[in-house]
């Protein structure tokens, strides 16, 4: 993976919205290989950090209107008490909003969850470059108790950085010729 991990956020005076936005661009792949692995709404727990289910709750992957539920992962904002039982278990649960093939990108929204994002909706897109392509991810949401929007940026631009690097390792892993042994 390429070095841009570019990230910028930006807070309204009155603190309406938080919005902000993270790109890691692949040297290499190709944005049409990249995109069935993200066009996969019910597969992140495969690519995200830290994120141990994904699982569908209504409707088709792919499909505007299909709800996951995704746990298990870990925010700046979240305390190591150093003790499994009293640890809390992150969730959410995500609407696919649209999604556009032709121009690889989708939007979902956060409909539920314990981690405090009321209102936040996010695109995700698969730009081509002439090397490769840009994965670039903007969200927005209203302002988070108990997080600045750099806790935000930091969280979403850390996962994204991941998420590139582990598509970059799976497609090399999909080309490396296979040798069969008797």
Do not use: H
């Not at 695109?123 to 840009?134: F, H, L, N, Y």
């Amino acid at each position: 993976m390429e070095s841009a991990n570019v990230v910028t956020s930006e807070m309204n005076q009155n603190q309406q919205k938080w919005r902000g936005q993270a790109c890691a661009d692949l040297a290499g792949p190709k944005a049409d290989q990249i995109w069935p692995f993200l066009e996969d709404f019910f597969g992140l727990d495969k690519w995200f950090p830290t994120l141990t289910t994904c699982s569908p709750v209504e409707g088709v992957s792919g499909q505007p209107g299909c709800v996951r539920y995704c746990a298990g992962f870990r925010t700046p904002v979240d305390q190591d008490v150093g003790d499994a039982e009293t640890t809390t278990l992150n969730w959410t649960k995500q609407k696919l909003l649209s999604i556009d093939p032709a121009d690889k990108l989708f939007s979902y929204s956060i409909v539920d969850g314990n981690v405090g994002f009321n209102s936040y909706v996010s695109t995700v897109q698969v730009v081509p470059k002439e090397d490769g392509c840009r994965i670039v991810w903007r969200y927005e949401v209203k302002p988070v108790n108990g997080w600045k929007p750099e806790d935000l940026d930091q969280f979403i631009r850390s996962g994204l950085r991941v998420m590139a690097e582990r598509m970059e390792e799976a497609l090399l892993g999909q080309s490396k010729p296979t040798v069969l042994r008797n």
